[in-house]
């Protein structure tokens, strides 16, 4: 006997008439009446939740049709099927009419343009039109946090891809590229016929070679003006996120990589430290020897960047106006992303390929160890907080701002759990077990910043635990940042644990303070607070897959790590890394589930995490 697919009961009545899971999302878009769930905005289709009886198919199709006298009426004599479909185009016309532009919609002619923004050198195709519409809805916006239409995503597409072709070009191959691998993982997981949607990924291959290519005539320039080096700076960042997510991996990021070093080593830091004096060493410059070293990926072409292309700060443009510029930009907030971007590196890398090659998080570091040279960690925080009022200016709302002071305490608390990490990682790179001495063991100056930033940090985490959701009244996202940062901040005692525990177990003379967090309670909290994020917005699984991989290799309970295991699984619609990262935790879970610390050890010497 046949069995036809399950219906969805609770999902919207565009999947249920689909006949597919609907992930219920419900994502509010500006202007429509009704939420929109991730699964019709990939399939560009119109998600509605009111209207009309789901249609059924016949159960007779081979019966014959009614006769006159048997056809059901409206009590004002029209037949009712055809009330319906009135009813439901005047519907569609009256939310279209009124409603932000969709993926599903397509607006044509001037109406259409004039929706749209877009470098007056790109000519934009119905399928870009669909790609900026599907923007807001997309993984760049879910992994930097703050909502549309205030992201800082949204500012980079409505402020400088406007008169910038290079980031235009790579706002469209990222969202090209996602909606790609949308596809592709609803027709692997439906098993429904191919789409043929290889169109989708020559398009954004087609546009990340447009943006290469404008990049390349920018950098032919001196990168002087605060607004060009902010410009640089997100086609940077852009591309190191197009590599990682839709890329071959850390040999194509380097390049990437490197351009962002040097505009931090020449332009940014002396800029925003409000110093004349310019500090660079010599293995970071950038020559046209060095871009073109090392395995370059097949996938997709590279940027060679010339040496003179980035001129250093000279003492006539490290102003105080300079500086002023370059803090009332969106650099500093870039960078601050950056940074996290490489604490750990452990999940981007798979055993023997190439390692990043840089050390940029090391150079902010050395700030806080007297380093006068370098711009501090806490500044650098500093500025990026205050940031996003000066770069949006005037039109930024009161509402904005009240969001930014709610969440800030809890980024404040993602910001040390970041910092607290890459100290772990350099330190279990270092092997100091076998050299400790002294009174205070570097584990326990470790554990006691771990446990200075809980005390500080204690009503994030009550409050984290306390509510049994992350909804909350209105369109803010207290909530959710706390849950976020909570779980950020319990994965930092699991990756201590899973780095250190078989080297202090080694070495019991070893001065260790028995406050730390035990390995099952911080497993269980990470956890618990990962499965009421998810079952509030499960997209934003995509902000906490490093903490459910820690989590999932640490865990013992067999439910919870098919749990883990099915929810990195999922994160494969957003992009190839993600589907990477799944794999490796399955080969993690299937081989080596009695000594998940031995291999956990392997593994981060191998990548040089």
Known sequence: MHRGKTRSKTGCRTCRIRKVKCDEEKNSVQGQDEPQCRRCTSARLRCEWKGGPIPRNSTSASSPSPSGNEKQHHPDGADLSTLVRKRQLAQ???SSSKAA??????LSGANHDQSIQAANSLTLSAFDRDCLSYLQNSTLVILLGKRWPWSIVSYAYNKIAVKEPMVMSMILASTAREIHRSQLYDEETFSSSPSKNDSCELDGRMHYGRALSSLRHALKQDVKSPQKMEAVFITLWLMMDYENRFGSGAAAINIHIRGIETLVHNHIVPLLQGSTASHISSASAITSDEAGTGPQPQTTPQLSIPGAALTRVSKDRGSQDSLEELRCTSVPLFLLWTLYFFT???????????QFETNIYQFFINAENGNTEHLSLPELYRICRRSPARFWGENYPMSAQLDDIENLSSLTLYHHSHIV?????????????????????????????????????DTVLKTAKMF??????GDRRVL?????????????????????????????STQVDDNLMSLPDAVSQVLELSLKLHRSRPHLMVRITWPLFLAGIATSDQIYQDWVAIR????????????????????????????PFAYWDIQLEVTGA
């Open 92 to 94: 569609q016309a009256a």
């Open 101 to 106: 532009l969709l993926p599903s919609q397509r």
């Open 344 to 354: 750990p590196v452990a999940l981007f890398l798979e055993p023997d390929t190439t």
């Open 421 to 457: 990490q890459f100290k772990i990682t350099e330190l279990f790179k270092q092997g100091v077990a076998d050299g400790v001495s002294g009174a205070i063991s570097p584990y326990q100056e470790l554990i006691d910043e771990i446990n200075t930033i809980s005390l500080e940090y």
């Open 468 to 473: 049994p959701s992350c909804e909350t009244p």
């Open 480 to 508: 959710e940042t706390v849950n976020w940062s909570a779980i950020t901040f319990y994965s930092t005692f699991v990756f201590f644990h899973l780095c250190f525990q078989s080297i202090l177990n080694r070495h019991p």
């Open 568 to 595: 990195l699984r999922e994160l494969g619609r957003f992009g190839e890394n993600f589907t990477r990262i799944s794999e490796r935790f399955d080969e993690l879970i299937r081989g080596s589930s009695t000594e």
